[in-house]
């Protein structure tokens, strides 16, 4: 019998993005989808263990106050679970040890990196070794992208995609590591997934607008070793339907939208008999 899918999608103080992100794991066929506050997980109402698959949403967390998703990175790493006493970074630490899914996307993505849980260079987790900081521009860039997709990834969520065209919405989407012995690391390990591109070309794209942030190495998206955890600052959730190209009335185009691609390929992956097996680090994998 097939594996009923159970993807959380968690909210509060400030995220925004929650509705089109339950849907688009709706349409990709999640079996049960649940938005979540935050504090229901620290009341102990809700815990990440009866899930598959955990998105972390866009939005303005905590008001990006000390910088985007720093706050709410500093609030998992010391909260505890009202009762039990629990550190909130336990749960997230077995969901991840358990080989299950984690997307975060723009404010998500910015919560990933926070709290150390991307890029994870040889299994280390919650030790940030990348940022995403103030865009180059100085403003906040609301505009469509082109992203090239690294093939060569082990990037469960963009299997089988090459390029892809989806919006951007952020004012700290700038991709900086801490040293270029990470950079050049994630490059080797094909963790570097995704990569502000142009429409016409698949390299990566070092100007504006093509790449809306000035991030380093055009990097848009990345994933920890075992391909499992993923953060991309363009939004997939917002391009699910035809509709929702800005161009829907002028072009002909297929009724799914691309970005509905990466929660197929989330939900396939869990239905699959691969998403028992021990995840495997590139390190490991040799």
């Not at 550190?87 to 926070?114: A, E, H, S, T």
Request: aromatic share 8%; with cysteine; net charge neutral.
């Amino acid at each position: 019998m097939p594996r009923i899918v159970k993807s959380i999608v968690l909210t509060g103080n400030g995220t925004n993005c929650e509705r089109e992100m339950a849907h688009a794991c709706r349409l990709a066929g999640s079996d049960e989808v649940d938005i979540v506050y935050i504090h229901d997980i620290l009341s102990g109402e809700k815990r990440l263990d009866d899930y598959h698959f955990l998105i972390l949403p866009g939005g303005f967390l905590d008001g990006d106050d000390l910088g985007a998703a720093q706050a709410g990175a500093n609030r998992i790493i010391h909260a505890r679970v009202k009762g039990s006493g629990e550190p909130l970074r336990d749960q997230f630490r077995r969901f991840i040890d358990g080989g299950k899914l984690i997307l975060g996307v723009c404010n998500g993505f910015q919560l990933m990196v926070k709290l150390g849980i991307l890029p994870a260079v040889d299994g280390e987790y919650f030790r940030q070794t990348v940022t995403l900081t103030f865009n180059d521009s100085g403003r906040f860039e609301d505009r469509w992208v082109w992203i090239s997709i690294n093939e060569k990834s082990p990037c469960v969520f963009t299997r089988g995609l090459k390029k892809v065209y989806l919006p951007v919405r952020h004012g700290e989407g700038k991709f900086m590591a801490r040293s270029a012995a990470i950079l050049k690391r994630l490059h080797r390990q094909q963790q570097v997934v995704a990569r502000y591109c142009t429409q016409d070309s698949d390299r990566p794209a070092m100007t504006y607008p093509d790449n809306p942030n000035g991030a380093v190495d055009a990097i848009a998206g990345i994933c920890n070793e075992t391909g499992r955890l993923y953060g991309m600052m363009p939004h997939p959730d917002a391009y699910t339907h035809r509709t929702n190209h800005p161009r829907w009335t002028r072009e002909e185009l297929p009724e799914e939208g691309m970005g509905l691609a990466f929660f197929k390929n989330a939900v396939q992956f869990i239905r699959s008999g691969e998403f028992e097996q021990k995840p495997v680090r590139a390190a490991e994998a040799g």
